[in-house]
Nanobody, 113 residues
């Protein structure tokens, strides 16, 4: 059974930073492309960033230049470091397996102005 559990969310001030983590189990993490997505209140799911099993990284326009995705295959961990946070970054953030969009319960990020 695929399990993804995000953590690291919280309340941050505008301009601040947060690092999200996601622990994966139930599948071969090291050979899986992974993504971070987010859903703001009243809006649809938005892709934020992706990383291939080889470590190639991709970023959406919403957080381009303000976030860094990384992974630790030895620990089955996915990370998203977010900097210069803005109130519009307020959302539930999900990590997901790219191949089927299987995702965790999410972690809430709230950015105050």
């Amino acid at each position: 059974e695929v399990q993804l559990v995000e953590s690291g969310g919280g309340v941050a001030q505008a301009g601040g930073s947060l690092t999200l983590s996601c622990v994966a189990s139930g599948f071969t993490f090291s050979t899986s492309d992974m993504i971070w997505a987010r859903q703001a209140p009243g809006k649809g799911l938005e892709w934020v960033s992706g990383i291939t099993s080889f470590g190639d990284t991709y970023y959406g326009t919403s957080m381009l230049g303000r976030c860094t995705i990384s992974r630790d295959n030895a620990k089955n961990m996915l990370y998203l470091q977010m900097n210069n946070l803005k109130p519009e970054d307020t959302a539930i953030y999900y990590c997901a397996r790219a191949m089927d969009q299987e995702r965790g319960p999410g972690t809430q990020v709230t950015v105050s102005s």
